[in-house]
């Protein structure tokens, strides 16, 4: 039975995003309420929260102070961060979650570096055209709403897995804050209420949702209590048994038992053998503004960071002036159109395709790219192909011929959070359920479920959920993992640890990250100013150009005399940014004004 549409998802996105109001933003105080009702009249907050020692930015202030709390104890940045992963399970059921999957880029100040991929698996019993009907039509349901959206999650075995390597506090402990949050409860706020009731419509549709999220149909207002028996005790085994209880005790039989019982793929055995995947971080190096730097950012199968190393690359040597100058919103834009057509072509998981990273990584493959660019007129995707991607001084493999491009889209959340130790180590993480609350399905051990099986090409040449078009690499196959777009980032300055950053917002993601880092790398902007500043995003298909409500509309005419077609979006992404202030070291804690995020430190 259709409980949700996948457009009727989209549109809500669009709208929240159109109609959401302004907030405060960072906080440099102890913050052990929860976020307080927005307020449309609140300024947003000009300057970053500061703090000598360490800092964490996330969308709640409950889940930022959890890990400063476990800064302040001795722990790292590490054990902060898995102990704010597993407190946003609890705070933020939207995006926070045991039932999803992620990444994790980090950063110690030894200069070590490495990207735990914790992303969701295709069960062993899914298939390329699972979500397609006798009419050979896309089941637009399926893939996002109820037990078969849900693929193999990951999140445990990935924040168990960071602890173990990095570190220095033990599972039960950085589980603590998390179970306490659960057992005691905390106030629903405002916006927790408001979203809740937003989506009611998928959540009533499963009586374990209905009871947790839904209060057993009372619905929760601003100011209640909010318990989770469920996920305490489930959250009190995992901190006992760790990732093993989750994936092949009594969690997972419950998980599994119940997947059999609703026509879900998910069985013990897909539980048990699921890994997360240690890579290789992605780096560049560029000089601007008298200073080197490196970025450090994710690698396949997150299609982010490749996509942002090939955007900034195309605008090396391209004058930004800022973006109430149309000229350089439209080369940018130009930019986000050839990228995302390579996204869509080339990007899959790196375990079952050869991604052609090297090309497409590369300056001189990134000037051709640029040289299609007019500077005076934007380019009509439809003539945007992707290119052919090589490294300098080699030609073009003909295996690096794009493939056949199906779909690419955006969706209200996930949520992006950074941590900065006092010693000078950092973790970017991102992590979701895909859509707001994900498949909408609670498991009896009182978690949602994602309903990541979209991120896959659920139909060649058909706009997943978010409008993105990807190709036949991506398709859906046992144990394969689907293409993302969360791309966390850290970047350094003269060698050091500068920025560490990534957005929420399906493929407005890249476009976000990649502002935010020409905000604080090529513009120079304070660290809250680079949150603070408008947002724009263009995914190659469809061909228009989204620009934040805040541009004003001289901006909007210069970019349509150029040819480009713009739509007007509330707010775009939603970045929890740390910046280190080269002068005196402190962490600048710039938490994203758009919603309600916190940046607390010490
Ligand atoms: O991994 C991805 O690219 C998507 N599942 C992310 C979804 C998302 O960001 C939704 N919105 N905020």
Redesign the pocket.
């Known amino acids: 039975m259709i409980r949700i549409q996948k457009t009727t998802l989209l549109f809500l996105?669009v709208l929240l995003a159109a109609t959401s109001s302004l907030a405060p933003g960072a906080t440099g105080q102890t913050a052990a309420k929860p976020r307080e009702p927005a307020d449309a009249n609140e300024p947003w907050p000009k300057e970053a929260a500061r703090a000598a020692h360490g800092m964490v930015a996330t969308d709640e202030a409950l889940g930022s102070q959890v890990g400063v709390d476990i800064m302040k104890r001795g722990g790292n940045a590490v054990d902060a961060a898995v102990a704010t992963a597993f407190a946003l399970a609890v705070v933020e059921p939207a995006?926070g979650n045991i039932g999803g999957?992620?990444f994790m880029l980090i950063r110690l100040a030894d200069g070590k570096t490495t990207f735990l991929d914790y992303?969701e698996t295709a069960p062993g019993k899914a298939t390329q055209n699972m979500y397609i009907g006798k009419d050979g039509k896309l089941d637009e349901d399926t893939c996002v709403i109820g037990y078969k959206s849900v693929a193999v999650p990951g999140t445990v075995a990935g924040l168990e897995l960071a602890l173990k390597t990095y570190g220095t506090m033990k599972l039960a402990d950085v589980m603590a804050p998390a179970i306490r949050l659960a057992d005691q409860g905390f106030l629903v706020s405002a916006n927790l209420a408001t979203e809740l009731e937003e989506d009611s419509p998928g959540l009533q549709a499963f009586p374990m949702s209905q009871q947790v999220f839904l209060n057993k149909g009372k619905m929760f207002k601003a100011g209640d209590t909010f318990k989770q028996p469920e996920l305490a005790a489930t959250l009190k085994r995992i901190a006992k048994g760790g990732a093993e209880e989750f994936y092949r005790r009594e969690t997972a039989e419950m998980l599994a038992d119940e997947m059999a019982k609703n026509g879900g793929l998910i069985t013990l055995e897909d539980l048990a053998h699921y890994k997360v995947k240690v890579r290789g971080v992605l780096h560049a190096k560029y000089e601007s503004g008298g200073h080197s730097w490196e970025v450090l950012i994710s690698p396949p199968p997150?299609?982010?960071g490749v996509a942002v190393i090939e955007a900034l690359n195309m605008l090396q040597g391209v004058p930004l002036k800022g973006w109430d100058d149309p000229q350089s919103v439209h080369m940018v834009a130009e930019t986000m159109r050839r990228v995302f057509a390579d996204r869509a072509a080339f990007l899959a998981d790196p375990d079952y395709s050869n991604i052609p990273v090297a090309g497409l990584t590369d300056p001189c493959y990134a000037k051709e790219r640029a040289s299609t660019i007019n500077p005076a007129k934007a380019s009509s995707s439809k003539d945007v192909t992707a290119g052919t991607p090589h490294v300098c001084g080699v030609s073009a493999n003909p295996d690096a011929a794009p493939r056949m491009v199906a779909s690419l889209g955006?969706?209200?959340?996930?949520?992006h959070f950074s941590v900065v130790d006092e010693a000078g180590n950092a973790v970017a993480s991102?992590y979701?359920?895909?859509?707001?609350y994900g498949a909408h399905v609670t498991s009896t051990a009182g978690f949602l479920l994602?309903d990541?099986m979209?991120?896959f090409t659920t139909q060649p040449g058909v706009p997943n959920s978010?409008g993105l078009i990807q190709s036949e690499a991506n398709a859906i196959a046992p144990a394969h993992r689907?293409?993302?777009?969360?791309t966390p980032t850290i970047l350094l300055r003269d060698g050091k640890l500068s920025f560490v950053t990534d957005?929420?917002?399906?493929?407005?993601?890249i476009s976000v990250t990649l502002l935010s880092i020409l905000n604080w790398m090529r513009l120079g902007m304070e660290a809250q100013a680079a949150i603070n500043a408008p947002r724009f995003h263009h995914q190659w298909l469809p061909d228009r150009l989204l620009l934040e409500k805040d541009f004003p509309a001289g901006l909007e005419t210069a970019l349509n005399a150029r040819g480009h077609e713009t739509l007007r979006r509330g707010h775009i992404?939603?970045v929890n940014a740390i910046g280190i202030d080269r002068a005196t070291g402190e962490r600048l804690g710039a938490a994203d004004p758009r919603d309600q995020g916190a940046a607390v430190g010490y």
């Open positions: 996105f995006a999957g992620g992303r997150s299609s982010g955006e969706g209200p959340h996930t949520t991102t979701t359920l895909n859509h707001s994602n990541e979209d991120d978010f689907p293409l993302s777009s969360m957005s929420r917002g399906g493929p407005t993601i992404g939603l």
